[in-house]
């Protein structure tokens, strides 16, 4: 191993108690893999039935600013991680007086906030989409502007598409921000993309990166939908998103595991955002790779070394969203799926179904990309997904 390390890190051996903001199923893919390496786990989480609540070795129901909750998650864990990017940072600096929390409260600060976010991509020398900062009215381009059409997007709290309207001039943007109730928000050229790729890696304290392959990715009403990994297109974009998310954790010395988003336009890549946390992206990681997203996110926060990133099959990954839930409470005919010995199911037990809920993915393996693709889209075609 040539990993760089450092005589000072100490690291958190097995079975320490570690702490989760988040009981989303995020937070409960990073229990069960802090489980298989026989860490415990305490997630703070305001849900009595959150995902990763149910399955943890504690669970403190609460909310994300309760000051004696934070405290008893600090005192009673060995160090700090979160799921979920919309936590308040200040909870995050307030954890880091106690124990080591990662990633920092500066690098989910920057992420959470679409403002912070587009601006820090911009004097990093990262190419991202033209976009404008609407805090009024006024601020609002007029008609015959090169940014229309665009889309609005509010700063704070968006996800899954939420908190966004496409829209085609500036009595619509205006309807748009009106609705918004004057958020602040960034109002962002809408581009024709070829398509879209994401990157998700894992940076420890001393700088070391191990990277994912690139996945590609396509959305469905503003939700990601399908990704395939490795990324189709060409090799020279997957490289550069490769290393253009890593010239973004280094630039925020971040400390975790980071999803970057990229939109492919006219062969160029652009960031789109980052996520402070796993990506649903880097599910594919979770049967395809040597060490997956979830188990890097243990190692970084217990300063153990990276685990290999590396990806032993092809995978095409397919959200489970409540939209196929025939009511709120009766589960899709899962045997189809079920049935196929590639097939990798993962269900987050969540409570009810909703549209637009992401309740389970599946993942197809293969050693052909082709196949793998073929074979996701059957049983995706299956499920009525999308239909
Ligand atoms: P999430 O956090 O779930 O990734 P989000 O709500 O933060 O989603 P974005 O990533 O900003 O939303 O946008 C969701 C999707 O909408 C993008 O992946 C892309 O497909 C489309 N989209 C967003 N911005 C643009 C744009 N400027 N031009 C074209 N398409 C866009
Ligand atoms: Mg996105």
């Not at 760089?4 to 097995?14: G, M």
Request: aromatic share 6%.
């Amino acid at each position: 191993m040539n990993a760089k390390t450092s005589a000072q890190d100490t690291v958190i051996l097995p079975p320490a108690m570690l702490g989760m903001l988040g009981g989303g199923q995020l937070g409960r893919f990073f229990v069960i893999a802090a489980h298989e390496m026989g860490y415990k786990v305490t997630v703070l989480d305001p849900d009595s039935n959150s995902p990763a609540g149910k399955i943890a070795d504690a669970h403190i129901c609460a909310a994300f600013d309760d000051q004696a909750a934070l405290l008893k998650l600090a005192n009673t864990c060995a160090a700090i991680t979160t799921e979920f990017e919309n936590v308040p940072a200040e909870s995050l600096s307030l954890l880091a007086d106690i124990k080591p929390v990662r990633p920092s409260a500066y690098s989910v600060a920057i992420a959470q906030h679409r403002v912070s976010e587009k601006n820090f991509l911009k004097q990093a020398g990262l190419p991202v989409a033209p976009f404008v900062v609407i805090n009024q009215a006024e601020d609002l381009p007029a008609d015959g502007d090169a940014m229309y059409p665009a889309i609005l997007k509010v700063a704070r709290f968006g996800y899954d598409g939420k908190g966004q309207a496409r829209v085609s001039n500036q009595q619509e943007a205006l309807a748009a921000f009106n609705a918004f109730e004057h958020e602040e928000c960034v109002l962002e050229k809408m581009l024709k993309l070829d398509y879209e790729v994401s990157v998700v890696l894992a940076r420890d304290a001393q700088g070391n990166v191990a990277s994912f392959p690139t996945s590609e990715n396509s959305h469905l009403n503003g939700i990601l939908d399908v990704s395939i990994a490795p990324a189709r297109g060409s090799d020279a974009i997957s490289h550069q998103a490769q290393k253009l998310a890593s010239m973004v954790a280094e630039k925020l010395d971040y400390t975790g595991v980071l999803g970057v988003e990229f939109f492919v336009c006219d062969g160029e890549l652009l960031v789109n955002e980052m996520a402070p946390r796993p990506h649903n992206s880097g599910h594919y990681t979770i049967d395809a790779c040597i060490t997956n997203q979830f188990e890097q996110q243990v190692r970084v926060l217990t300063g153990l070394p990276l685990g290999s990133a590396k990806q032993h099959s092809s995978a095409v990954m397919v959200n489970l969203l409540g939209d196929i839930w025939p009511s709120a409470d009766e589960a899709p005919a899962w045997l189809a799926a079920l049935a196929q010995s590639q097939l990798k199911m993962h269900l987050y037990g969540k409570q009810a179904a909703r549209a637009g809920r992401k309740m389970g993915h599946y993942t197809v393996l293969s050693a052909n990309r082709d196949e793998a693709i073929k074979l996701a889209m059957q049983v995706r075609a299956e499920l009525n997904i999308g239909t």
